[in-house]
């Protein structure tokens, strides 16, 4: 495996304000991810290139494959089935309904088929926002919600190791990458611990997913790039520039899951920064890493 084979480039000129949550959708082929402030939903078809969005009522903060068929999504502080045929959304649980201001943001199915998600309060500006107002949720397949904890900033990143018996997850304002140990046959967690505290040109961590060796894949917002981490000795393996500031998020799709897609926010940045970064809001696609990543796990419920 060689470095220089690393190739990134704009699938898609989409100028979304806040893209995030990309998904794998290997039934179609397509990337399904949202951007946040359009309350919009879009699926991009990797062989006819053409987009379908599909605008719902409120902030879209996630999107997630659903086992019997369609998707769900977190909007506004709801979770949501969307019928993507009608475009419609049904609400399956509400959260935070004493806390006007929040709303939903990153959330992932987990490997037993569970849609966790997180909150924040809304921003009055990129990462600007009232603190400790945000907690993390679990909709469980038979549709109640669970909460783990709260006095979360901005919830965000999250995935699960190969083995399912760990739990990594990113409260963005900690600017840590976080573990904890993981019940797959519950839902529980435990044991909270930092693997790795972000460098100061590292910027915000964001968005995260795990790849077929167990390594953690953080976007950093604000530091135009995607970093691997060894979760297991604490240290940054690989750094991946993109020629944009606003990284959000990233996950692994295309042919066996051997090419990254990385979302990425315009909201933010002002006139003479985006003479700089024409692509900010751009979908990006990452070829030549030399790993690959998991299919994404459809909620069961
Ligand atoms: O994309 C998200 O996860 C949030 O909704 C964004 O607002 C950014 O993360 C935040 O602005 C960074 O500080
Ligand atoms: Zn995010």
């Known amino acids: 495996m060689t470095m220089c084979s690393v190739k990134i480039e704009c699938v898609l000129p989409e100028n979304c304000r806040c893209g995030e949550s990309p998904v794998w959708e290997e039934a179609t082929n397509s990337l399904l991810f949202v951007d946040i402030p359009s309350k919009k939903v879009c699926r991009w078809d990797s062989l006819s290139k053409q987009v379908h969005r599909v605008t719902v009522d409120a902030p879209v903060s996630s999107v997630a494959l659903r086992q019997s068929g369609g998707y769900v999504a977190t909007v506004g502080t709801k979770f949501c089935a969307l019928d993507w045929e009608d475009q419609s959304a049904i609400v399956l649980a509400t959260i935070d309904q004493d ?49 783990y904890f709260d006095q979360v900033d901005i919830s965000n990143g999250l995935d699960w190791s190969l083995d399912h018996k760990i739990f990594y997850y990113i409260d963005s304002l900690s600017y840590s990458v976080d573990a904890f140990d993981y019940d797959l046959h519950t839902g529980k967690i435990s044991n909270r611990r930092s693997v790795y505290k972000l460098e100061k040109d590292e910027q915000i961590p964001d968005g995260m997913c795990i790849d077929a060796e167990g390594k953690l894949w953080v976007a950093c917002y604000n530091g135009g790039r995607v970093i691997r981490l060894d979760p297991e000795t604490g240290k940054r393996l690989q750094t991946v520039k993109l020629p944009v500031d606003k990284t959000t998020s990233c996950c692994f799709g295309g042919k066996d899951y051997s090419e990254m897609y990385v979302t990425c926010a315009r909201d933010g940045i002002g006139p003479e920064d985006l003479l700089r970064q024409p692509k900010a809001g751009g979908i990006f696609k990452i070829t030549g890493l030399g790993v690959k990543g998991i299919p994404p796990y459809p909620f069961v419920g």
Do not use: I, W
Not at 121 to 136: D, I, K, N, W, Y
């Open 99 to 147: 806390k006007k201001n929040n709303r939903f943001n990153d959330g992932k199915v987990d490997p037993a088929g569970r849609y966790f998600a997180g909150t924040m309060a809304e921003e009055t500006a990129p990462g600007v926002l009232e603190r400790h107002q945000g907690s993390l949720y679990c909709l469980f397949p038979d549709h109640h919600v669970e909460k």
